[in-house]
């Protein structure tokens, strides 16, 4: 049997939308791993969003998060790779963000703190159960040896404008609508897939990947089986190779799990 990397998209692929997985897709996934296969939930999510999964994130062998930049093994909590933003660009825009009264949301494994809290924000709080920390000033964050990651909301227009002027050591992209998740530039999802799939020796062929949104979009190309699920976006679905029937609130994650293990997905090695 040759052994098969999937990696699912969280958001609106894995899970439903009230964040849980349907029991379905969770006995399949279990069924995979049983029978040798590796599951990774692959997403935009910091360590800090995972915990509005509770004890069902650690249901998969891995965790790539951070679109790429962060790679968790689950059974031990080992990180086996971290890609951090620079000190002197944490510093340049934290202090950009504070000068201008712009919301920058600062994630950096479970620490999570925001130049001002809104509403959109305090309300998410409360579904991941920890309320983030306020900061007034750059000395009040950890940005001496690099950060993980931020994210930008209600001010993800001018947060972007200035890191397209000024920081070309960092990227972001749309996660979802109003919303930017900004990493070190040079990680995606798909290079984390494959540092990941490296890592494990599986090659190419044996690695299938599913999404619905528009970050997903250049995993499902270079994967050897990109997955579309039934709730994705046109253009998404556009570059996939299989779109399923059932959408992420309808255990899609089972209908693929089922395909792969019938071999529906297998590719001829090259």
Known sequence: MRR??????????????????????????????????????????????????GEEQWGVDYHILNTGGKILRCHDKNILYNKLITPEVCKSLITYCLNQGLQLQICSGLT????????????????????????GSLNETDWQNGLEGFMATRDWDGVAEYIDAFLPQVYYVNSE????????????????????????????????????????????????????????LEPVKAEADYITENDNNHDAVAEIISKMLDHKFDIPLS
């Not at 098969?4 to 349907?22: F, I, N, P, R, W």
């Not at 044996?206 to 949104?213: E, K, Q, R, S, V």
Request: net charge negative; proline share 2%; glycine share 8%.
């Open 4 to 53: 098969k990397l999937l990696a699912m998209d969280l958001d609106g692929t894995a899970v439903c939308d009230d964040y849980s997985m349907g029991k379905l897709s969770r006995e399949a996934i279990a069924r995979a791993r049983a029978l040798g296969h590796i599951i990774a939930f692959v997403s935009g999510r910091r360590d800090i969003d995972m915990l509005t999964m």
């Open 112 to 135: 999570w703190q925001v130049t001002c809290m809104t509403e959109e924000t305090m309300e998410y709080a409360k579904d991941v159960g920890v309320i983030p920390e306020i900061i």
């Open 177 to 232: 609508p109003g919303c930017i998740d900004i990493m070190a530039a040079g990680i995606s999802k798909w290079e984390g897939i494959q540092i990941l799939a490296e890592h494990l020796g599986i090659r190419h062929e044996d690695i299938i990947t599913a999404g619905n949104y528009y970050n997903d979009i250049d995993m499902l190309q270079h994967a050897a089986v990109g997955i579309a699920v039934a709730n994705s």
